[in-house]
C-alpha cells in the first residue's frame, strides 16, 4: 500500500463495506481432504435462509474451493470469492492477512449487508491458526481417516480452536479409528472446549456444527 498517496490508495480494513455492525467472521482450517469445503458448502445450505452469508477461501496457486462451491451453488456467485495465496496457507490467515481482509470488504460490497463470513484456509497442518484480526473464531476440522492419532498429538489447531469437528465418523470402521479412544485425547487436549464428532456429508452430519454457529451469532449480536 502506498500510504504516501493516500488520495489515490485510500487506507482500507479500517471500517466495513456497509454501515452497522459488521459480520461475525469465522475461520476453518485444517489439514488437506478433512472436509473443511464440505463443512463450509453444508453450514451454506443450512443458514443462507437465516442469514446472510458470505465465503471466502483460501487455496494456494487456484480458486478451487471457490469453483466448487459456485458449482454447488449453496449462495449466490456474489455471495463467493477466493484468495491466491501463492504461498504457505498460513501466511494469508495467521502472518499477513491483508489479502484475506481486502476480500471480506470487497465480498461486503458486493454482496451488502451480511451476518456471517466464513473465512476457510487453504489445506494446512496441525499448526494453523487465525490472526484475531482476521476471524472472530476458529473452527478446525480434522477426520478420523487422517488417523485416530490426530487428536493425541495437539498442535494449536487441535488444542486452541474454538470448535473442533471430528469428521467422516462413518469411516471408523474400515480405518481402525478408535473414536472413543479420540474423545478422550481430545478431552486431554482441549479442558471444556467443544468437539463435534460427525460426518458432515451424511444426513443431518452438519446440525451440530450449525447449532454452535447459531450460538455465536446469537452473542455476536449482543
Known amino acids: 500500500m502506498h500510504l504516501d498517496h493516500p488520495e489515490v490508495f485510500p487506507q482500507r480494513y479500517a471500517h466495513t463495506a456497509t454501515p452497522g455492525p459488521r459480520a461475525l467472521r ?38 478451487e474451493d471457490a469453483e466448487f462451491l459456485l458449482r454447488a451453488a449453496v449462495l449466490p456467485p456474489e455471495r463467493i470469492t477466493a484468495v491466491e495465496t501463492g504461498a504457505c496457507p498460513h501466511t494469508a490467515i495467521r502472518d499477513d492477512i491483508s489479502a484475506n481482509l481486502e476480500a471480506v ?54 488444542t486452541t480452536a474454538d470448535l473442533l469437528v471430528i469428521n467422516k465418523v462413518d469411516l471408523a470402521p474400515y480405518v481402525g479409528a478408535d473414536l472413543d479412544r479420540m474423545a478422550r485425547d481430545a478431552a486431554d487436549q482441549r479442558g471444556d472446549l467443544p468437539v463435534v464428532f460427525t460426518s458432515v456429508n451424511r444426513g443431518d452430519g452438519i446440525a451440530p456444527i450449525a447449532a454452535w454457529v447459531r450460538e455465536r451469532l446469537a452473542a455476536w449480536a449482543h
Open 26 to 63: 469465522i475461520g476453518l482450517g485444517g489439514p488437506v481432504g478433512s472436509g473443511k469445503t464440505a463443512t463450509v458448502a453444508a453450514l451454506c445450505r443450512t443458514l443462507r435462509d437465516e442469514i446472510g452469508i458470505g465465503v471466502v477461501t483460501n487455496d494456494i496457486y487456484t480458486r
Open 105 to 158: 470488504e470487497d465480498l461486503e460490497s458486493a454482496a451488502g449487508r451480511l451476518d456471517l463470513v466464513l473465512v476457510e484456509s487453504g489445506g494446512d497442518n496441525l499448526t494453523a491458526t487465525f490472526s484475531k484480526g482476521l476471524a472472530d473464531a476458529q473452527i478446525f476440522v480434522i477426520d478420523v481417516a487422517g488417523g485416530d492419532d490426530i487428536p493425541r498429538k495437539g498442535g494449536p489447531g487441535v
